[in-house]
Every structure is written in C-alpha cells, then in structure tokens.
C-alpha cells in the first residue's frame, strides 16, 4: 500500500470511517433501500437521472458483452445497460440483500435477468481477466479505494473498461463550501420526509464527512493511473461535486 501516492490518505479513510464501514453502512442500506430511488431524485433537484444518463452514455457496450456492476445496489446501471442493449450478460455485486432484493424486482419488471451476488467488494468473487466492462456508480466514498479498484483491474479482461461515477470532494474551495451547506441541509430534511430509521439517523453526519476525506477528479485520476490503468478520462461534473471516469485495463501485446 506505501507505494501509492494516496496511501496515507487511504490510511486515516479507513481509521475514520471503518466502525461505519464495518458495523452500520449494511443495517443504512437495509433502511433506505424501499426509498432509495425516490430520495436520490429528490437530494439532486430531479437531477439524478439526466446525471445518470450522461454517466451511462459513456459506457460502450456491445451485444454479448460481459458485464460486471459493483456495489449495484438497486441495479440502475445493469438496467439501462439492458435496455440499450439486451443482449448483455449483466453481473451485480454489491453487500446489502435488501438492495439486491429491490434490484432484482426492479429488474424482473423490465423483463432482464441480472446475476446477483451478495459479497463485499474489497474481494470480488470472480476469476481474474473475466469481464468486458466494469462499473461503479455513486459507492466508492464508502470503500478503501485502492483496494477496489485493484480487484477491478484484476477482473476486468486485458482492453476491457471500468467506469466510476460518484460524488466527489471539489477542488474549488467556494463550491466545496456550499456543496457541503447543501448537503447537510439536505441531512436535515431526507431523513424526515422518508421516515429514515436509527442506522440512517446516525449516519447522517457520516456522509458529508465521506466526501470532505474524499477524492477530486484529478486525484482519483492519479490513482487510476497508479494502478495501472490507461486512457484515463476524468470528467468533473457540477463543479466537481460529481466525477465521471473512464479508464482501460492496458491489452496484451498480442491484441495491439
Ligand atoms: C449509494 S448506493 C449505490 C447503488 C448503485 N450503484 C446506484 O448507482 O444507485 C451504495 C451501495 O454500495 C453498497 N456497498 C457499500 N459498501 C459495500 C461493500 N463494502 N461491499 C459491497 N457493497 C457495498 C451498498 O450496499 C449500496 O447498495
């Protein structure tokens, strides 16, 4: 881990937040997955979905393409890749059944079958070199980074790409500042409009401080790069409250 640039801040991440990561991210989940749709389109302004479909335009896909979406939550990636394109072998990790369970209904209504795995994603439960692309959208704040996506690169065949999305820390300090005033007014609000229980209630503070020890476009960049991805395309989105990035795992010699 020392030689990444970002390991002492993967470090105090993980000495901060890794009592919530370990012992109430699972139970919030649980909470919140019968809202989760609903809260998000709310908490961005029903921005959620045109930020959601600039995200998945990016993602290139071809029939029979293998698929892999980590920590999928209610599975909105796997679906609108299936509705492009039906022809995907769509997989969904992510740690929370109740999730998972909203997911696969979801799913099913749409007429898809996504492969679902209840695990958590610092070890994903897959062969190296296995899949064509690889996504992950608005989850990494709640991961030890480094180790994420270097399970990634491992499953992600040689040429194949991983595509992030999330929430990011702004680089610009004014924006910083008021993204963090909205966000806990939001806090403030969420919890009483959808009724949010204990394990939501406490972690209310939990996910503004995520994102304050959380990464910029450029730094998630970096460490893209250091683990061995090419053609790394950080996008900052909203000021850089939200990151898009693209990156390949690098083709064998023989593919080029
Ligand atoms: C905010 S939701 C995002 C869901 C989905 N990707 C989306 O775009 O709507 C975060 C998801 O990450 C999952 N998660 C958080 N930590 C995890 C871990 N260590 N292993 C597996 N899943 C995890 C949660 O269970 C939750 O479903």
Request: charged share 20%.
């Amino acid at each position: 881990m020392m030689k990444y640039c970002y390991a002492g801040k993967e470090n105090d991440r993980e000495k901060a937040f890794q009592p919530i990561w370990s012992n109430d991210i699972d139970a919030v989940f649980s909470d919140v997955a019968r809202y989760y749709d609903r809260a998000n389109i709310f908490a961005t302004l029903g921005l959620l979905n045109t930020l959601q479909d600039r995200f998945i335009s990016t993602i290139d896909i071809q029939p029979s393409h293998k698929v892999l979406d980590v920590c999928a939550g209610t599975n909105v990636i796997g679906i609108n890749l299936l509705k492009r394109q039906p022809n995907l072998d769509v997989h969904a990790v992510d740690r929370s059944v109740a999730m998972q369970e909203v997911g696969r209904d979801r799913a099913t209504r749409h007429g898809f079958q996504i492969k679902s795995y209840i695990s958590d994603v610092h070890r994903l439960p897959f062969p190296d070199n296995h899949f064509d692309v690889v996504t992950l959208q608005w989850a990494t704040r709640h991961l030890r980074v480094i180790e994420v996506f270097s399970e990634i690169n491992r499953v992600l065949k040689p040429g194949g790409h991983f595509h992030h999305c999330d929430m990011l820390r702004p680089a610009n300090k004014l924006v910083e500042k008021m993204y963090y005033l909205y966000l806990k007014v939001l806090m403030g609000v969420i919890p009483r409009l959808f009724r949010s229980g204990p394990a939501s209630m406490k972690c209310r503070n939990y996910f503004i401080q995520a994102i304050r020890m959380f990464y910029s476009t450029e730094e998630l960049s970096t460490i893209l790069s250091e683990l061995g991805f090419s053609h790394i395309n950080g996008r900052s989105v909203l000021g850089g409250a939200v990151g898009f990035h693209k990156a390949r795992k690098p083709p064998l010699p023989s593919q080029i």
